[in-house]
């Protein structure tokens, strides 16, 4: 089996405290760099609060008043997908339905809505819930895979309240499918490239082995669906990467597969609950020439920081595309665990 790399270096920060008389002081931190893309996270946990989870009720009623996303109002304030996509303007499975995004990022960007409640927590989405929506995005996907098959890129994305940039409360994801992949899917396709080239055949199976040897960001599984702690997260409260370990593009992935994704991102959902309830996440699918990848997905925790309302990203991350997180990835990944009771193997 070919040796992954985990690079991080400790370092030290030297200062005269006025809390303690000005005495010196040394702050301990480390630097840490995905050995595939090159990413880089300082883990700084001195910085770490968790905030009370208070949604105001206010807030929840006036949204909801304007809101397209809930059902009596989706057939009038949403739009149609064109009638070669569906001739039946939008797409429904379940209590989830799918239609254009009224402000594209992309050609085909589309929204999923994924219940008729305007708000849930996050421990409140059912399997049933996720799967469907899982689904119904994957079948937009297949549609535009059977008429534009050049457009092979494709991406289920969730911004879950408006901490982590939604516009909306209302729960929903977004589909986004591409002819090229996106900079940081490309750096992960060219990793795997460079990764092949060395005569190692499959980066994917070597990391999933080596994680799970290590027992130090392995959380668990749900059947083929692996989550772990990211060596080098993308967010502030960590990075939880997830893993299809048998499917190269998301119009692989089956029923069994959306099944036992949804079951492990309720566990998620059930730690996150306790300490954070807004979060990114993101699924990526697709192959450059000569390369298998894995559908691979990315769920960073998200928040504003009281009492004055601090975004959690600043010129570290925006600017220098390096990542400050406050809890280090084997902490996050101890945490976790307990939630997966029962979805790992003896």
């Not at 729960?171 to 986004?176: G, I, K, R, S």
């Not at 190692?200 to 040897?213: A, C, G, R, T, V």
Request: proline share 7%; with cysteine; glycine share 6%.
């Amino acid at each position: 089996m070919a040796e992954i790399q985990f690079l991080k270096k400790e370092e030290q920060s030297w200062l005269l405290d006025p809390k303690e008389g000005f005495s010196k002081k040394g702050i301990s931190f480390e630097i840490r760099r995905d050995d595939l893309t090159g990413h880089v996270s300082r883990i700084l946990p001195y910085r770490r609060k968790y905030p009370e989870v208070v949604i105001p009720p206010e807030m929840l009623d006036a949204s909801q008043k304007v809101c397209p996303f809930c059902v009596d109002q989706i057939p009038s304030a949403t739009p149609k997908l064109l009638p070669e996509i569906a001739s039946e303007g939008r797409i429904r499975r379940g209590g989830a339905w799918l239609f254009p995004n009224a402000f594209p990022y992309a050609r085909y960007n589309w929204v999923i809505v994924l219940c008729k409640d305007h708000f849930l927590y996050p421990d409140q989405f059912s399997v049933e819930m996720l799967r469907d929506g899982f689904l119904l995005a994957q079948e937009g996907i297949k549609r535009i895979g059977r008429i534009q098959p050049e457009f092979q890129y494709s991406y289920i994305n969730w911004n879950y309240l408006p901490s982590s940039g939604a516009g909306l409360f209302h729960p929903h994801l977004q589909v986004v499918i591409e002819d090229v992949p996106t900079t940081s899917h490309k750096k992960v396709l060219e990793g795997i490239s460079r990764y092949q080239k060395e005569g190692k055949p499959s980066f994917w199976q070597d990391y999933l082995l080596e994680e799970i040897k290590r027992e130090e960001r392995y959380i668990g599984h749900q059947g083929d669906v692996h989550f772990l702690t990211a060596f080098s997260p993308r967010g502030i409260f960590g990075e939880v990467f997830i893993l299809f370990s048998n499917r190269s593009r998301i119009d692989e992935v089956n029923t069994e597969d959306w099944t036992h994704f949804s079951l492990g991102l309720i566990s998620v959902f059930q730690y996150l609950r306790n300490h954070i309830v807004s979060f990114n996440l993101s699924l990526f699918s697709g192959n450059i020439e000569g390369i298998r990848s894995r559908v691979y997905g990315r769920l960073c925790p998200r928040m504003i920081i009281p009492p004055w309302n601090i975004n959690d990203i600043n010129y570290f991350e925006k600017l220098h595309d390096e990542v400050m997180c406050v809890v280090s990835p084997e902490e996050f990944c101890e945490n976790l665990r307990p939630f997966f009771t029962g979805s790992r193997d003896d």
